[in-house]
């Protein structure tokens, strides 16, 4: 049971900063949310976990390390959206024939390996940020948070499925 309620929280995490984009159907670059938009929809993400936890004082001394990892995870998500946009806007400006022609597959994997790098570093400071914290958590503690886990699990796959849905409609135009 105690590897199902970490798993899950672990799981939570790791979705949660994404989920402002999954819920997202295919949205154009000009639609994309603004940095300011991110940054209060991690804040509003991070006040929903605190409070759902229901610190005790102890344990709000470990809160400052976690937040601090879940704000690096969101601000590293933007900086990869970012430049994912620069990419795609370069290569729209060019005619399809000069993309096909010109394309560099190994600088393709150098570019996503890095990217899964700084992903991994990320979550791998995530974890170590909330180790801490979650030993410390009593039982009904680590309930809710096996809730909240499965309310985020809930809401990425229904945002999947819009987005999914959303590209073949797409597709079909």
Do not use: C
């Not at 670059?29 to 409070?51: H, P």
């Not at 709000?60 to 806007?89: L, P, V």
């Not at 399809?96 to 990320?122: G, K, Y």
């Amino acid at each position: 049971m105690l590897k199902i309620v970490s798993t899950g929280a672990t799981a939570l995490f790791v979705l949660a900063t994404p989920l402002a984009y999954a819920q997202a159907p295919s949205i154009g670059a000009s639609e994309r949310l603004r940095a300011a938009d991110v940054g209060t929809l991690t804040d509003a993400r991070i006040n929903i976990v605190k409070a759902a936890l229901q610190l005790t004082p102890d344990q709000e001394k470990y809160w400052t390390a976690i937040e601090d990892a879940i704000r690096a995870r969101a601000k590293d998500r933007q900086a990869r959206i970012a430049n994912a946009a620069a990419r795609e806007s370069e290569l729209r400006d060019r005619s399809p024939i000069e993309a096909l022609r010109d394309r560099n597959p190994i600088d393709f994997v150098h570019r996503r390996a890095d990217a899964l790098a700084q992903r991994a570093a990320d979550l791998k400071k995530l974890a170590d940020a909330w180790q801490p914290l979650y030993q410390s958590l009593n039982a009904d503690q680590k309930r809710r948070m096996g809730l909240l886990t499965m309310v985020v699990l809930r809401e990425m796959r229904s945002g999947v499925e819009q987005r999914r849905l959303q590209s073949e409609e797409d597709d079909e135009d």
